[in-house]
């Protein structure tokens, strides 16, 4: 039996995180405790306060970090506070929080120290606007270069991550949204079992949230600076 | 042609580049000696821009033999290494101040959760 802890990272999502909250999972087989953290990366709306009222963990950013950013500050804080496997999910309701169960087996099944929710292996992905799907297409490729691990979907935000990866992402400098590519490229650098699984997810076209197009840029060049400088 | 859109381009840059500075200023991000070093530094880049010649006139003052196409190469070179220099010590404060933040919150949440 192992102890799970769900990584929320949020910005201005009060309108979607209590129905996340209230959606994890309360009983998984295999799992003898699960609590919720939720990063509030400098929130200017209510997300603190609803999400503290829902009874998680809630931690709060003086400054926006980004999504990287927040996710790795509920992993180290899961750390401490003893978890044994972690699950990231967005706080937007873009995922499904009862596909949780379905990492949490494939993890306890194959002993993924990486499992990862793919947009891209489930039918949904056809909803997903044209321009991201293009952007997802060639961060996945850039990871693959510089990892040598090909997987479908490096930017998806929902994914579990087991004891030996909750160590070590505790002891690295990530920042920002290149955490996505980077996790995987430590990953298999440190030999670590990585997994995918087929989620759904739900497209709003009223949320205007997400990755901007132009970010990918960005994340090219900090893996190639990441990966040249070490 | 070529050289024509490459002059207007020069111009928008330096007015986007100014202006931005100077909007810096009236937020109080950024020092009035600040704003002066970017204005005086494109006023150059655009003398440079529409008349090459003044380059090669400070060549000849200077006695150098080198042609222009050595000097932009070496401005080339130098400009690589400064954006190369920023973009390391950005890094460097990026990561710093992501630590801050997040140990921060973190013991910040701790305190918080022994106090109950």
Redesign the interface.
């Known amino acids: 039996m192992i102890k799970l802890i769900i990584v929320i990272p949020a910005y201005n999502e009060e309108r979607s995180i209590a129905k996340v909250l209230q959606s994890v999972p309360k009983q998984i087989d295999g799992v003898s405790q699960i609590e919720t953290i939720v ?1 509030d990366d400098n929130s200017s709306d209510k997300t603190f306060r609803i999400a503290k009222d829902a009874g998680a ?7 926006n ?1 980004g999504a990287g ?1 927040a996710t ?2 509920g992993i ?2 899961a750390q ?1 506070l003893e978890a044994d496997a972690v699950v990231t999910i967005d706080a937007d309701g873009q995922h499904n929080p009862l596909e949780i169960k379905r990492l949490v087996q494939n993890h306890l099944k194959t002993n993924a120290d990486l499992v990862i929710g793919s947009r891209f292996l489930s039918g949904t992905i056809k909803k997903m606007p044209t321009i991201k799907k293009i952007g997802n297409r060639g961060l996945s490729y850039i990871t693959y270069l510089l990892s040598g691990k090909m997987v479908s979907d490096t930017q998806s935000g929902f994914r579990l991550f087991g004891s030996e990866m909750i160590k070590l992402l505790a002891t690295v ?1 990530l ?2 949204y290149e955490f996505c590519s980077e996790t995987i490229m430590i990953a298999n650098k440190n030999h670590m079992k990585i997994y995918e699984v087929p989620i759904s997810t739900i497209y709003d076209k009223n949320r205007t949230g997400g990755q901007n197009p132009l970010n990918g840029i960005n994340i090219l060049m ?1 893996l190639i ?1 990441r990966k040249l ?1 070490g | 042609m070529f050289l024509t859109i490459a002059k207007i381009f020069v111009v928008v840059l330096a007015i986007l580049a100014v202006s931005k500075s100077y909007i810096s200023y009236r937020e109080k991000k950024e020092s009035l000696a600040m704003v002066i070093f970017w204005t005086f530094s494109w006023v150059v880049i655009n003398v440079v821009a529409f008349s090459p010649a003044a380059v090669g006139f400070l060549l000849n003052d200077l006695g150098g033999r080198a042609g222009i196409g050595t000097i932009l190469g070496l401005g080339m070179v130098f400009i690589y290494f400064i954006v190369y220099r920023v ?2 010590k950005a ?1 460097r404060i ?2 710093q ?3 801050v ?2 140990y ?3 013991n ?3 305190r918080k ?1 022994r106090s109950r």
């Open positions: 990063i963990h809630v931690v709060s950013h003086r400054m970090l950013g790795l500050t180290i804080l401490r400098d920042v920002g900090k600076y400088v | 973009y390391v890094d990026e990561k101040l992501n630590k933040i997040r921060s919150a973190i910040t949440h701790r959760s």
